[in-house]
């Protein structure tokens, strides 16, 4: 991904282009990643040691305890605005969501997925009604359902049942040459699932919300989307095919085979998932022990719609926890790592961490702490005990989307990082996409953002795939909402069932 740095972006559309293109070296990175330790001997069960058993800091340094009245209002005004983010930014013809605002580009599938939480959401707290929200959803749905699919490359919303990474927010046909892409259609599905549960008065406008996500579930081919059976695609290009990478080991992609294993129309076998855990690694990184992968937003998004909670599939039992925890060590170790600082990074600390994808300020080299270091753009940042794509920059969205697996240390960095760093990086949406402190050049142009002198680089841009995670895990560290009502879904059931998960909410009876 780092390879990519030095190509400028003069136009929307390229900086449209170089961000998918990023995205997928990205994922395809990940998977060779993963591959080149499985051939290694590295496979699940298998501890690495990160540093020396004494000079490993505490599972979990202290926090300030914030009084309950103030959590409430820290979480009362990030929810509304992050809301405010999906209900008021969507095209007001199509109302497909926009990948990123208020820089001008293509709509994101993924956030139209999480877009469908925010409805239920809004409509919860009072933000609009539910009438509102339902219609709002209603119209979404119909839209997508009637996008055409088919083979050829232009033309066309997606094929075989699964969406285009990104859609022209105008037609909601396939923008410039991206992928049809599995995992971004897994998680506009799984929203439309919870629209489907959320949205069940008997009225004709919710029956035909849960018609519309019933029939835009039914219809993905998960069977055809497996060149390599039995682990499917990362994605397909009608120019070349099958994408060669497929999803294999930890990280966001769990929510892509539960929902393919419980589809009552094009089911896969259950030794997907077994291809699908084979690769995993037990890493140990500054004091915690988890299932590796680097960037935070991996133990994030299939946890926007799964209580893993309570549940374990055959690696679970065997590891003695559930991927629940697993998302809780990894958010402690990369505030660990931040308090450690091993790099010397202006501003990381127990209140000022966070490591994942986001924006960043430019693709240049700058001597910092006296050696030169490297800084990106938008890059897959991570870090781990092998694998490091870190430039100092910070993303709230890795702390936000965190709150459920680790609220006594999320809740105090989260009103810090809004006091420290005030309208500069918390706006009308709430958190911007990301800031790096230590980037303070002010001669140097910056792609995104920019540089406030004496504290540092700023993004100017809110990014959808940050609004669906942080409004969603919020609403279920207060409520469970979006849990709540996916544990209900015979789909999801049945895909979790199907990988071999028991336990807790599982084997409860149903209410």
């Given at each position: ?20 293109n990023?995205l ?33 800091p ?39 969501v ?10 994101s ?59 022209d ?33 008997d ?74 855990t ?30 893993f ?76 005990p ?126």
């Amino acid at each position: 991904m780092a390879g990519d740095g030095q190509n400028l972006r003069p136009s929307p559309a390229g900086r449209a282009r170089r961000r998918s293109n990023l995205l997928l070296l990205f994922r395809r990175a990940c998977g060779f990643f993963l591959l080149a330790f499985l051939l290694q001997g590295l496979g699940c069960g298998t501890a690495r040691q990160s540093e020396p058993p004494a000079a490993r800091p505490p599972a979990v340094a202290p926090a300030v305890p914030m009084a309950p009245a103030a959590v409430a209002s820290l979480l009362d005004d990030l929810e509304r605005r992050t809301f405010d983010f999906f209900w008021e930014t969507a095209n007001p013809e199509t109302l497909l969501v926009p990948d990123r605002w208020p820089t001008r580009s293509f709509s994101s599938v993924a956030a139209i997925g999480y877009a469908f939480n925010a409805y239920g959401i809004g409509a919860e707290r009072g933000y609009v009604s539910r009438e509102a929200a339902a219609e709002r959803t209603r119209r979404t749905l119909r839209f997508l359902v009637e996008l055409p699919q088919g083979p050829e490359p232009r033309g066309n919303a997606g094929y075989r049942g699964f969406f285009y990474h990104f859609l022209d927010p105008e037609t909601g046909q396939r923008f410039e040459r991206v992928e049809l892409s599995t995992v971004d259609t897994s998680l506009l599905v799984a929203g439309a699932l919870f629209s489907r549960g959320y949205f069940d008065r008997d009225n004709p406008v919710e029956r035909e919300i849960r018609d519309l996500a019933e029939r835009l579930y039914r219809r993905v081919e998960w069977e055809w989307a497996r060149p390599n059976p039995p682990a499917i695609s990362h994605g397909w290009h009608p120019e070349t095919g099958f994408i060669r990478s497929d999803w294999r080991g930890y990280n966001e992609a769990m929510i892509v085979y539960l929902l393919a294993l419980g589809s009552p129309t094009h089911p896969i076998d259950p030794d997907a998932w077994e291809e699908w855990t084979r690769p995993y690694r037990l890493v140990r990184f500054h004091g915690q022990e988890y299932l590796d992968f680097a960037p935070l937003f991996g133990h994030q998004f299939s946890h926007v719609w799964v209580d893993f909670r309570g549940i374990r599939d055959a690696v679970g039992r065997r590891l003695g926890f559930d991927y629940f925890e697993n998302s809780r060590r990894a958010a402690l170790a990369q505030r660990a790592w931040a308090i450690a600082n091993p790099r010397g990074w202006k501003g990381l600390g127990a209140e000022s961490w966070g490591v994942s994808a986001c924006d960043g300020p430019a693709d240049v080299e700058l001597t910092v702490n006296g050696e030169t270091r490297r800084f990106w753009t938008y890059a897959g940042r991570g870090v781990g005990p092998d694998f490091a794509i870190d430039d100092g920059t910070l993303t709230p969205m890795a702390v936000a989307g965190s709150v459920a697996f680790a609220p006594e240390v999320v809740l105090p960095t989260l009103a810090a990082l809004r006091q420290q760093h005030g309208e500069a990086l918390y706006g009308r949406y709430g958190f911007l996409d990301a800031f790096n402190p230590t980037f303070d050049f002010v001669d140097v142009p910056v792609h995104h953002g920019r540089v406030v002198p004496g504290h540092g680089w700023y993004d100017t841009d809110y990014l959808g795939l940050d609004q669906g995670p942080i409004l969603a895990m919020v609403e279920n560290y207060r409520s469970d909402l979006v849990w709540r009502v996916m544990r209900r879904n015979p789909h999801l059931r049945r895909g979790l069932e199907r990988a071999g998960f028991t336990g807790g909410w599982l084997d409860a009876p149903q209410r």
